[in-house]
């Protein structure tokens, strides 16, 4: 197949690269097949010390079919933006068994994977793409720990969710899956 030559070449041409390398990830677990040229301009920006200007002050999120059966969509998207993040994309859809595996393929060997991926295609969703300085780890702290059980008072996941597997939101870990989880959902010319 064509796909499987390109990303042969693709290997073998940058197989001195080293281990964190995002392209050699993608095709070293063979999940995703895409290749995201984003997250490898950011990995040369940081290699070389030039601050990428396609992220770092930018995170995506979810908010996760429980929070929108519940009615929560509006207060949580007014606890992000009164927390300072702009809305740069968004979008109300719903992900099937097969998208929602994908984007959660990094967890595929844990045990929750299963449940995770039927709970996350059981109903609409809302994506969006946020800025604002800091925006990873000022999101993370706005959203809580993953067990709303433990997340902090006042929190969108100690005000909106219940569970510990539907827990209302979703949140990039890092600059480099940020790029890709929200180029998983967004075009260019969906964003503003
Ligand atoms: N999850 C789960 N059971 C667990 C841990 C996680 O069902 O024991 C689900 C939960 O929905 C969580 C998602 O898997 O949000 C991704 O897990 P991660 O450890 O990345 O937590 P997060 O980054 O969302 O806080
Ligand atoms: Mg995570």
Do not use: W
């Amino acid at each position: 197949m064509e796909i499987n030559r390109i990303i042969q070449n693709k290997k073998s041409s940058v197989s001195h690269l080293e281990p964190d390398y995002p392209l050699l990830t993608s095709i070293r677990d063979r999940k995703t097949m895409f290749i995201d040229y984003s997250s490898i301009k950011t990995y040369f920006c940081k290699k070389i010390d030039i601050k990428s200007t396609m992220s770092t002050n930018r995170t995506f999120t979810m908010i996760k079919p429980d929070a929108v059966a519940n009615g929560h969509i509006g207060s949580i998207i007014n606890d992000i933006t009164n927390a300072g993040f702009k809305i740069i994309a968004l979008k109300y859809t719903k992900l099937t068994d097969e998208t929602a595996g994908q984007f959660y393929a990094v967890h595929a060997e844990r045990p929750f994977y299963k449940d995770l991926v039927s709970f996350m295609s059981s109903g609409p969703i809302v994506a969006a793409i946020l800025e604002k300085d800091n925006a990873i780890e000022d999101f993370r702290k706005l959203i809580g720990a993953t067990n709303p059980a433990e997340a902090a008072e006042g929190t969108i996941r100690q005000k909106y969710a219940k569970s510990i597997d539907a827990n209302a939101v979703h949140g990039s870990d890092s600059d480099e899956n940020a790029e890709i989880e929200g180029n998983f959902f967004f075009k260019a010319d969906e964003r503003f």
